[in-house]
């Protein structure tokens, strides 16, 4: 007896087919997005990171609520290949990548290595204020990263 007929006469699996079909060919409605408030999304950034990121992950809940709270951090969003960083700028600020990933390009057209959730980006030429010596671009997916301006640095300091 073959059991992958396709014989007429057995119709087991019609409501198995009916319901396969359903909404075939229609887009499927995308999620409700999630509405965050600032201080929701902050948090939301930083726990993503918290226990990956060498600036974040030995944070209290009241210290990273603190950062939150007296806004000492900012989030910036990049598309697909809009530049983070550019090459021969001093960026005043250094960031956390939560969401997506990042790219190093020198020259335009040579990748030299890619940025996953947790690294961190802009630190170095802003310590040192000396310009980058490559561009740094969001990747396909896009880039979300919670950044710490130098300003905000010299505050937290004093």
Sequence with gaps: MNTFSDSSDDDSDAPAR??????????????????FNRKERMHQLLGAVQGISPYFCGLTYREANSLVELEYLEVLTAANNEPVIEAGTTPAWFGV?????????????????????????GD?????????????????????????????????NS
């Design 97 to 121: 990548l939560c969401q997506g990933s990042l790219v190093y390009m020198k020259e335009l057209s040579k990748q030299l290595a890619t940025l996953k959730i947790g690294d961190v980006v």
């Design 18 to 35: 009916r319901y396969a079909d359903r909404g075939a060919g229609r887009p499927r409605p995308e999620p409700p997005e999630m509405v």
């Design 124 to 156: 170095l030429p802003m310590i040192t204020r000396q310009p980058s010596p490559v561009d740094v671009k969001a990747g396909w997916e896009g880039a979300t990263l919670l950044v710490v301006k130098l300003k905000t640095l010299r505050v937290l």
